[in-house]
């Protein structure tokens, strides 16, 4: 059974980072094309950033430069580096597998992380 197990979130000052983390199950991890979206309150979930296998990356343009994804095939995780967090970036945030329409993954969704961006 796939499973994605998020952890790392909370409250933080805006300027503030944080550091997510993934733990994936039940999927040939190694190959797998990895990813991070968010869920505001009110809007569809949105993809934030993605990590092939071999280590490419790719980022929602409204992170570019302030967010890195990046990936451990040893332990199975896929981190989410978060800097200078802004308010717009308070969401719950998941891991699954790629896809530039998440709503129509079959994979389950993990329960998320919560991000609050406030002062």
């Known amino acids: 059974q796939v499973q994605f197990v998020e952890s790392g979130g909370g409250l933080v000052q805006p300027g503030g980072s944080l550091r997510l983390s993934c733990a994936a199950s039940?999927?040939?991890?190694?190959?797998?094309?990895m990813a991070w979206y968010r869920q505001a309150p009110g809007k569809q979930r949105e993809l934030v950033a993605g990590?092939?296998?071999?280590?490419?990356?790719n980022y929602a343009d409204s992170v570019k430069g302030r967010f890195t994804i990046s990936r451990d095939n040893a332990k199975n995780t896929v981190d989410l580096r978060l800097n200078s967090l802004k308010a717009e970036d308070t969401a719950v945030y998941y891991c699954?597998?790629?896809?530039?329409?998440?709503?129509?993954?079959?994979?389950?969704w993990g329960q998320g992380t919560q991000v609050t961006v406030s002062s």
């Open positions: 699954n597998l790629y896809s530039r329409a998440p709503a129509t993954l079959s994979t389950n």
């Open positions: 039940g999927i040939i991890f190694r190959i797998a094309y």
């Open positions: 990590v092939t296998g071999a280590g490419t990356t």
